[in-house]
């Protein structure tokens, strides 16, 4: 009989984990499996803050994916995926189509929008290589454009939309590195302000109060104000315009705002909420036992019925069942349940302090930092082993 097709859709987190868990698993000839993704390399999303702020170089945020892969075991595509069509059973890409016997989905996330206006034309958005070079030279050119016009103080204020773990991170990072710029530029620091924008009654919400107060203060030392329970309302060429009807000037504004799934899956005709996906516990679509959905486009529901924050670390735990359980059913044999471990959570607030809980551990400062540090790294080493972590590892 022919050989069964496994077509994998992107090469984030869950798509690249699940590609490298065939090649091992799988025997010779027991299936063909093609990995598409819109670039030759897989991005690391976590670092992205980092380049996003100047803080560091795009390059080390990115992996040729065929370093990652074996290419007599996976074929690679580099295409952009423009259509899923479930009842062919073929997926639509910018060059050329592609028919499956299974499929997986990971596409990642897009920017949730809320439908506020004027965000989709006047915001940037850390979510690609290409997205954090636009925001870094963005930044940089800001300053620029200051000395021509000293007049204009909205070239000098930098509005973040939304203190979730993504906002948080990225203005710990941009309050590093204004100083640079200021020096470089021969600008007062006390004329740039960093706005991070909140409209729930907490920064981070839903994550322990305390160590929230903690980074609140590390980043306020750093120079970032917070305006908490004050939604942005509306973006427009000059600024923000928020709900208590105030406006802030501002000529960058980065929305880290929240994300929801792509926008194929809706199109594709699946049951979805903000694009996502609720999967079985096997991470199949409900009626399509062929099809599974990773990472940002899926919703794992929690014991207590609440979907999981999409996050790398249950993409990465989900790519392992789906890998397991695209081989078990190759093979007739038992699929395994999915099952969420929550290892944790670190989060950084720029050089030298993060915070996070481990297990049941709260750490803050430069503990936190090592560790967050330690989590990069493991993941370098699971991808690609030690020379991944020798060349692309921060210490
Ligand atoms: P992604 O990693 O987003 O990958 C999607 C892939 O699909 C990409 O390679 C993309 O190029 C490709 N693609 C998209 N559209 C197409 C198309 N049409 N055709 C072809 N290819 C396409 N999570 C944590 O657990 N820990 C952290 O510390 C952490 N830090 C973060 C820091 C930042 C700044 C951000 C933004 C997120 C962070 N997250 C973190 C969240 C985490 O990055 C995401 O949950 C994770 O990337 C989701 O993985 P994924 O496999 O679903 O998709
Ligand atoms: P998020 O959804 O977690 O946070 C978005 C924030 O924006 C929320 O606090 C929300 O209240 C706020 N917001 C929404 N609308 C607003 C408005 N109109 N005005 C002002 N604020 C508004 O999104 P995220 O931070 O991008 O995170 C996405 C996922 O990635 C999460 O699951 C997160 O846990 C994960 N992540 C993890 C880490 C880490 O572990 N270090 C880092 C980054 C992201």
Request: proline share 5%; charged share 25%.
């Amino acid at each position: 009989s022919r050989i069964p097709r496994i077509v994998i859709l992107g090469a984030g987190y869950g798509g690249i984990v699940t590609a490298i868990r065939l090649q091992k698993e799988l025997n010779y000839n027991e299936a063909d499996v093609t990995l598409v993704n819109k670039h030759d390399y897989h991005y690391i999303t976590t670092h992205l803050h980092m380049p996003a702020a100047g803080t560091d170089n795009p390059e080390n945020a990115r992996v040729s994916i065929l370093k990652l892969i074996d290419e007599f075991k996976i074929d690679f595509v580099k295409s952009t995926v423009v259509q899923i069509r479930p009842q062919e059973k073929k997926v639509i890409l910018e060059e050329g189509t592609l028919s499956y016997d299974y499929l997986v989905i990971g596409l990642g996330g897009e920017p949730e929008t809320f439908g506020i206006p004027g965000l989709k034309e006047y915001a940037m958005n850390i979510r690609s290589i290409n997205s954090v070079r636009f925001i870094r030279e963005h930044i940089e050119y800001q300053f620029a454009k200051f000395k021509r016009e000293p007049s204009r103080t909205d070239y000098l204020t930098f509005v973040v939309g939304g203190a979730g773990f993504t906002g948080i991170e990225f203005v710990g990072e941009l309050a590093d590195r204004i100083p640079e710029l200021c020096k470089e530029f021969d600008i007062d620091p006390s004329l740039v302000n960093i706005y991070n924008i909140e409209a729930a009654p907490t920064a981070l919400p839903g994550f322990d109060p305390e160590l929230v107060e903690y980074a609140m203060n590390v980043l306020k030392n750093k120079g970032v104000t917070f305006k908490i329970a004050t939604a942005i309302k509306e973006c427009t060429p000059e600024g923000v315009v928020l709900a208590t009807g105030e406006e802030i000037k501002s000529a960058t504004i980065i929305w880290t705002g929240g994300i929801r799934g792509n926008h194929m899956l809706e199109e594709a005709g699946f049951e979805t909420m903000r694009g996502r996906i609720k999967v079985d516990d096997t991470l199949r679509i409900p009626g399509h036992e062929n099809i599974y959905v990773l990472g940002d486009c899926s919703i794992v529901m929690s014991p207590e019925g609440r979907p999981y924050p999409p996050t790398a670390q249950i993409s990465m735990q989900q790519a392992e069942v789906c890998a397991h359980n695209l081989v078990a059913q190759i093979r007739n044999s038992e699929l395994q349940k999915f099952e969420y471990k929550p290892k944790g959570t670190v989060a950084s607030l720029g050089r030298g302090e993060a915070i996070g809980i481990v297990g049941s551990r709260k750490i803050k400062g430069g503990v936190a930092a090592v560790m967050k540090k330690v989590i990069d790294l493991r993941y370098l080493y699971i991808i690609g082993g030690i020379p991944l972590v020798l060349k692309k590892g921060r210490f």
